[in-house]
């Protein structure tokens, strides 16, 4: 080997590792994802200083004094970056590199090679290696290239985080409900979902249509690519067309230069059509025949791009009627429909609203450091009872609002906005066919005095079955006993279970009755 190795400007060998106190922010901001380096070297104080160098810029380092104790620890530890000599006896850097590229793909492997050598670690770059650093290296050198190798695993890590972040917030389980209604749609949506095909989401506004076409995309194979959404409403008409298919500079006054249109960003991925009914005519005849030939050509020019776009296409317009009225195509309205799910009003779902209240409780508290525990029995009540006219956007509005002016930590009447206290006679009427479930606990309840402790532990346990939709480990939990021991309840009174699928557990669906307070926020 060439070179010396200088600690803090001490001369201590061969090699050359040279110091450098400064520690970049770059390098301070990336401490949060830690990344840990194996160094391999025969050479124990040239490992030791790559060692002490690495370890100075934050990254977490352990280093093997031979091949085969490098081999060995590659076995028994996770490395994200493998910084290795390339010329050792028995287990060479061009086995290590192979081993760690075998056993944990995603890491990044550095090889160290003298001069002699460098066609070798050419070599080892087609094998995957990350980089190669010629001897003799620098601390500075050293810290460069292992700093790149650890933010791309970051970004990877980062990447991976993402997407399971993605997964929890737009897959089915954060769908929020408990009606009959709502179950046929998440049904359905796992059926359509894995294919190809085309999709019209339709309901009033704030069913959820966003929600729902995220959670399509979500659980397709597409996932990993873009979901790309337009509001055609929401873009000036003469403008609906360059937005989707893009234009070619001049093609009008503001075509400065060429633009790539959603259709083209949206390629491998999904293109969610927002309010689809507003689209102009003429542009649905371009749109049909986009769907139809799978490509498209940029507004200005007539070369076509061939696109692989997944179409999913929303409205709370009633499209039949539009075509009747001449405002939409029929064409496009079968094309688009092959596929269709309907989200029923808030109103005409009335289980959702206690679990979605909730649902949308915990979140208010994380977002605003809250502590909220609960909804009253009459503000549950009038929630069940009130007419949702905004559907389910309304709903978490309202109860954001009510979790910002609370003071005591259980949420009231006296939370509520007075606008919608007007609303409270409505209330009782409308909520009857739930009536049950929400009086469960109210304060003055008093059907229950004089009755014996068996015959409330037997009411006790039929209620709550009932309103956790039969679902055992719910109804344990919210009564605060083990599953075997409501299994021993269940037979004891001889309560009948009715159908196990109603089982399947939603989050949130359990909440129902408003009872149950469990302390976990969901994320
Ligand atoms: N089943 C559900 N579970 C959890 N959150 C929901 C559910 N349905 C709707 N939401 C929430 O309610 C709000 C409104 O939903 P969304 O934007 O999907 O409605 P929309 O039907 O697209 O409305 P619009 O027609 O106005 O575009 C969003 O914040 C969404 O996250
Ligand atoms: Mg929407």
Known sequence: MVGFILERGRLLGQGCILYDDRMSEENEKNLAIPVRVLLVDNDKDHAKAMHESLERIGLECSYATSGPEGARMLNENTYEVVVTDLMMNDVDGMAILKKAKDIQPDCEVILVTGHATVSRAVEAMRERAFNFLEKPITPKRLQAVASKAAESVRIRLQNTHLQSRLDERYGFENLIFASESMKNVVERLKRIAPTDVGVLITGETGTGKDVVAQAIHQNSPRKKKPFVAINTAAVAEHLVESELFGHVKGAFTDAISDRQGKFEYANGGTLFLDEVGDMPMPTQIKLLRVLEEREITRVGDNKSIPVNVRVLAAT????????????????????????????????????????????????????????????????????????????????????????????????????????????????????????????????????????????????????????????????????????????????????????????????????????????????
């Open 316 to 523: 709370n317009k009633d499209l039949e009627k539009e075509i009747e009225e001449g405002r939409f195509r029929s064409d496009l309205y079968f094309r688009l429909k092959i596929v269709s799910v309907h989200l029923d009003p808030l109103d005409q779902r009335r289980e959702d609203i206690l679990p979605l209240a909730d649902f949308f409780r915990r979140q208010a508290n994380k977002k605003n450091g809250r502590k909220t525990k609960g909804f009253s029995p009459a503000l549950r009540r009038w929630m069940v009872g009130y007419s949702w006219k905004g559907n389910v956007r309304q709903l978490k509005n309202v109860v954001e609002s009510l979790v910002v002016m609370d003071l005591d930590d259980m949420l009231d009447m006296d939370d509520l906005s007075p606008d919608l206290i007007g609303d409270v006679d409505k209330v009782s009427s409308v909520a009857s066919g739930i009536e049950p479930a929400v009086s469960f606990l109210d304060e003055g309840s008093s059907e229950l005095i004089g009755k014996s402790m068996k015959e409330i532990e037997r009411w006790a346990t039929e209620q709550t079955l009932k309103l956790a939709n039969q679902n055992r480990k719910e109804t344990a939990r919210i009564l605060g006993i083990s599953e075997r021991n409501l299994y021993r309840l269940i037979q004891k009174y001889g309560l009948k279970q009715s159908d196990e699928k109603n089982t399947e557990s939603i989050s949130g669906s359990s909440s129902q009755d408003g009872v149950e307070v469990s302390p976990e926020e969901p994320s």
